[in-house]
């Protein structure tokens, strides 16, 4: 187990055909994962969370930053010196190899004898629930036990740094919610430093004990699963952790007397500006307005919320899924009331104000309110 620190990281490649360097993949990438902890890097495809953890692994040339793992730092040591376990996306067995020898190829590679493989793949396999595989050749396997093995055999190397690349995007939804309780489960016993890439924010917060999203090769945001939740740094973090995901809406402030409002272009609907937001606006302003969909509600007939009319009505099971047409956009609401609502129906809205956002509609940067 070992501490991550990741300094002022860059990768840039070049065009082979122009000999011309290209933006930066990475971009001044910087973080600390403590000893033992959990870290996700999340981001949409593209966004260099991949090549970032190749970085770490050695497969990918530093253009310029450090990596330390511990207090070594590890920019010029070859990859099976680094000590980490590394497990990808494709599950690359053997597959003339049966389980067993799988996991114990690379301890053969380092010349470990076998009396000390057996041992530690004896440790190793139930962890993993992949005792009863041990005779079995890859040929055999579901891709949820391939994975198993996958990260078996990146494990028993006993790494001071764990690192998983989209360890369960071959899988189908039923088997992702499996692993994942396996590898927290794992992850608690072996309590290891373990770094996980993903672009599934599903997968990213409920595994991970702290988020880095990235965005085009940036690191937007670094938190723990509730602070990039609730508290999101900028539009784009906003918009990408959540599900459904949080509406954002271009809203212009008026000022009526001593109230501001929000008002929605093309349309009549109109709330009422937290006082908390009003020392940062000023009449006429225009901001993009972020709140989740739970925090949107359904006011009764004597509310005082905008009158709308419901373009789409979902029935989930455990919640209600409600779109509306406000001016040219539409704004989604959940429900867990047991209502039953169809194309045409009108419901008044009423906005948890405390639960709102604020971005500058130019830089998508959070127009932070004071208390």
Same mark, same amino acid.
């Given at each position: 187990?070992?501490?991550?620190?990741?300094?002022?990281? %860059?990768?840039? %490649?070049?065009?082979?055909?122009?000999?011309?360097?290209?933006?930066?993949?990475?971009?001044?990438?910087?973080?600390?994962?403590?000893?033992?902890?959990?870290?996700?890097?999340?981001?949409?495809? #593209?966004?260099?969370?991949?090549?970032?953890?190749?970085?770490?692994?050695?497969?990918?040339?530093?253009?310029?930053?450090?990596?330390?793992?511990?207090?070594?730092?590890?920019?010029?040591?070859?990859?099976?010196?680094?000590?980490? *376990?590394?497990?990808?996306? $494709?599950?690359?067995?053997?597959?003339?190899?049966?389980?067993?020898?799988?996991?114990?190829?690379?301890?053969?590679?380092?010349?470990?004898?076998?009396?000390?493989?057996? /041992?530690?793949?004896?440790?190793?396999?139930?962890?993993?629930?992949?005792? !009863?595989?041990?005779?079995?050749?890859?040929?055999?396997?579901?891709?949820?036990?391939?994975?198993?093995?996958?990260?078996?055999?990146?494990?028993?190397?006993?790494?001071?740094?764990?690192?998983? @690349?989209?360890?369960?995007?071959?899988? !189908? #939804?039923?088997?992702?919610?499996?692993?994942?309780? /396996?590898?927290?489960?794992?992850?608690?016993?072996?309590?290891?430093?373990?770094?996980?890439?993903?672009? !599934?924010?599903?997968?990213?917060?409920?595994?991970?004990?702290?988020?880095?999203?990235?965005?085009? *090769?940036?690191?937007?945001?670094? #938190?723990?699963?509730?602070?990039?939740? $609730?508290?999101?740094?900028?539009?784009?973090?906003?918009?990408?952790?959540?599900?459904?995901?949080?509406?954002?809406?271009?809203?212009?402030?008026?000022?009526?007397?001593?109230?501001?409002?929000?008002?929605?272009?093309?349309?009549? &609907?109109?709330?009422?500006?937290?006082?908390?937001?009003?020392? &940062?606006?000023?009449?006429?302003?225009?901001?993009?307005?972020?709140?989740?969909?739970?925090?949107?509600?359904?006011? $009764?007939?004597?509310?005082?919320?905008?009158?709308?009319?419901?373009?789409?009505?979902?029935?989930? #099971?455990?919640?209600?899924?409600?779109?509306?047409?406000? *001016?040219?956009?539409?704004?989604?609401?959940?429900?867990?009331? /047991?209502?039953?609502?169809?194309?045409?129906?009108?419901?008044?809205?009423?906005?948890?104000?405390?639960?709102?956002?604020?971005?500058?509609? /130019?830089?998508?940067?959070?127009?932070?309110?004071? @208390?």
């Amino acid at each position: 187990m070992a501490q991550l620190q990741l300094k002022n990281l %860059y990768k840039q %490649y070049r065009n082979k055909k122009s000999k011309q360097q290209n933006d930066f993949a990475v971009n001044d990438f910087s973080l600390t994962c403590n000893d033992g902890e959990f870290v996700g890097i999340l981001g949409p495809s #593209g966004c260099g969370k991949t090549t970032t953890l190749r970085m770490i692994a050695g497969l990918e040339e530093i253009t310029k930053g450090e990596i330390f793992i511990g207090d070594t730092k590890v920019n010029d040591i070859h990859p099976k010196d680094r000590q980490i *376990g590394l497990a990808f996306e $494709d599950y690359a067995l053997y597959p003339p190899l049966n389980v067993y020898d799988n996991i114990a190829f690379n301890l053969r590679a380092k010349k470990i004898s076998e009396q000390k493989i057996h /041992e530690q793949i004896t440790q190793i396999a139930p962890l993993l629930k992949v005792d !009863d595989l041990l005779d079995s050749r890859p040929v055999g396997l579901s891709g949820g036990q391939k994975q198993r093995v996958n990260i078996a055999r990146a494990i028993i190397r006993k790494p001071k740094l764990l690192l998983l @690349d989209e360890p369960l995007s071959h899988l !189908d #939804g039923k088997m992702r919610q499996v692993l994942r309780t /396996e590898i927290k489960r794992l992850h608690k016993e072996i309590n290891c430093t373990t770094i996980i890439v993903t672009h !599934d924010q599903l997968e990213a917060m409920s595994l991970a004990d702290k988020i880095a999203i990235m965005k085009d *090769g940036k690191l937007q945001q670094f #938190g723990t699963p509730l602070e990039v939740y $609730d508290d999101p740094a900028n539009e784009f973090v906003a918009g990408f952790i959540g599900e459904p995901p949080m509406n954002l809406m271009t809203v212009k402030i008026s000022k009526n007397m001593d109230e501001f409002f929000f008002d929605f272009p093309k349309s009549e &609907v109109k709330i009422s500006v937290p006082q908390r937001y009003h020392s &940062v606006i000023v009449d006429g302003m225009t901001v993009k307005l972020g709140v989740r969909p739970m925090d949107v509600l359904i006011g $009764d007939k004597t509310s005082k919320g905008s009158r709308v009319h419901v373009a789409v009505f979902e029935n989930l #099971g455990e919640e209600r899924k409600i779109s509306v047409r406000v *001016g040219d956009e539409f704004l989604t609401l959940t429900t867990a009331e /047991e209502i039953r609502l169809k194309h045409g129906d009108i419901i008044r809205l009423q906005v948890k104000a405390e639960k709102t956002h604020l971005f500058d509609v /130019e830089t998508g940067q959070r127009i932070r309110a004071t @208390d």
